[in-house]
């Protein structure tokens, strides 16, 4: 089993930055992949980013790309997700998930193990 919580969520004007994290536990050497969704209030979750546990893998959403970095440390086994330039579309709950499979993937269905989430609201 792997548990992951997340931190750092909070509400932030437009324009601005976050840096989202999450600590994973349990049967942390046995994963390859982890990432991040979103899900805003009448939407479906969507993919935001994903990395690979080793080596330097990584996808981003064509919304959050240049705006969003993934990055990791391994050694703490907590996956970040810093966030700038923020829009009001930003707006949503983000959970970090982990798969134990090497390929990074968009699906959720690809990812094991999810966190509670963080609440990210972006005001104008």
């Known amino acids: 089993q792997v548990q992951l919580a997340e931190s750092g969520g909070g509400l932030v004007q437009a324009g601005g930055s976050l840096r989202l994290s999450c600590a994973a536990s349990?049967?942390?050497?046995?994963?390859?992949?982890m990432g991040w969704f979103r899900q805003a209030p009448g939407k479906e979750r969507e993919f935001v980013a994903a990395?690979?546990?080793?080596?330097?893998?990584?996808d981003y959403a064509d919304s959050v790309w240049g705006r969003f970095t993934i990055s990791r440390d391994n050694a703490k086994s907590t996956l970040y997700l810093q966030m700038d330039n923020l829009k009001l579309e930003d707006t949503a709950i983000y959970s970090c998930?982990?798969?134990?499979?090497?390929?990074?993937?968009?699906?959720?269905?690809?990812?094991?193990?999810w966190g509670r989430g963080t609440q990210v609201t972006v005001s104008s």
């Open positions: 998930t982990a798969a134990f499979w090497d390929a990074l993937s968009r699906q959720e269905n690809h990812y094991a193990y």
């Open positions: 990395k690979a546990w080793s080596g330097g893998g990584t």
């Open positions: 349990g049967r942390t050497s046995d994963i390859r992949t």
